[in-house]
């Protein structure tokens, strides 16, 4: 099993930055891939980054390319999705995802991801 616990979230205005924490903790050297989702009221969960567990791959959604990046924390075990240039679309509850399949690597399908973190909420005011 691999616990995952989300951190940083909050109430910005527009233009603004937020830093995301997932840590991880449990049988984390099973993990292959982390990935961060997202969603707002009355929508699906969608993509918004992913990064290889080497950290030597990232990907991101289109959305979000430029303004977030994703990055292995300092703290071992630790993704973090620094967030600039907020926007009021940003607004949703962010979820961080672990995935152990040795065959995929960062996938933007939630599916794919067999632990998931409670989420913290992003609340981006206009």
């Known amino acids: 099993q691999v616990q995952l616990v989300e951190s940083g979230g909050g109430l910005v205005q527009a233009g603004e930055s937020l830093r995301l924490s997932c840590a991880a903790s449990?049988?984390?050297?099973?993990?292959?891939?982390m990935g961060w989702f997202r969603q707002a009221p009355g929508k699906e969960r969608e993509f918004v980054a992913a990064?290889?567990?080497?950290?030597?791959?990232?990907s991101y959604a289109d959305s979000v390319k430029g303004r977030f990046t994703i990055i292995q924390g300092n703290a071992k075990n630790t993704v973090n999705l620094q967030m600039n240039s907020l926007k009021p679309e940003d607004t949703a509850v962010y979820y961080c995802?672990?995935?152990?399949?040795?065959?995929?690597?960062?996938?933007?399908?939630?599916?794919?991801?067999?632990?998931w973190g409670q989420g913290t909420q992003v609340t981006v005011l206009s």
């Open positions: 995802g672990a995935d152990t399949s040795p065959y995929t690597s960062g996938s933007p399908h939630s599916w794919m991801y067999d632990y």
């Open positions: 449990g049988r984390t050297g099973s993990v292959t891939s």
């Open positions: 990064i290889t567990r080497s950290g030597g791959s990232t």
